[in-house]
């Protein structure tokens, strides 16, 4: 009688060890989709409002109206956030006597403290990357360990049974394949995954650099870039209150 063979063959034989690395591939799978599942999600939800934020601060022409729309509180997005450090770190330079922007230790605080809230708003966004690229790159070499285990096991049955013809060896090898099938089943998407949220990582990252690059020209000259402001501008500040701490 002709012995069937399968995956569900494959388990019912595997020992311990055998089915601790099918435990493990499945953990790791299910851990990478989770990821996978709730960065998209992220990714979707964040781009969508951190667009919006960014075109409407960009269309604020003066310093001034920039402080009033951050003291309203209305925005607490990543774009928002870099401008009230911004805005706090010209503000504390003000309390303490650096009167311009242009002075050099002014001018060095406000793009530290810009360059800082960048670095924190991107930071927060790679959760979850290490786990990715630690399944694409161990999966395969588990799948491979348990491969190379299965076929051990299956080779000596084999020779134990003194049945050494290829149609008895190439069911229990063909199974042992399937565990490095099932190890790159699992890297695949764990790869692609990775590759695509660090490019969308690099894509906010320098749209948030951007946008830091003209709230601190509009810090420095109290108009955003291309615009005329008459009047002076420290004047329309402190109409704004710029006193007041902005979180």
Sequence with gaps: MEQGYGIAHFLAQSDAFGKTIIIILLAMSAAS???????????????????????????IPSL???LAHLQTGAASDAAARIAADGMEAAEHCRR??????????AGELVTRALRARVLRETGRREW??????ATASCAPFIGLLGTVWGIY???????MSGQGTLDKVAGPVGEALVMTAAGLFVAIPAVLAYNFFVRANRNFAADLGAYSQQLFTMIATG???GETITGDTAAQARAANPSRSVT
């Design 33 to 59: 989709w989770y990821v996978i599942l709730l960065k998209i999600l992220q990714n979707i939800v964040e781009a969508r409002v951190t667009r919006r934020s960014l075109a409407q601060l960009q269309s």
């Design 64 to 66: 001034a109206e920039l």
């Design 96 to 105: 303490h006597g650096a009167a311009l922007l242009a002075d050099t230790g």
């Design 128 to 133: 979850g990357l290490s786990l990715l690229a």
């Design 153 to 159: 096991q299956a080779l000596v049955q084999i020779g």
């Design 223 to 225: 108009a955003r870039l």
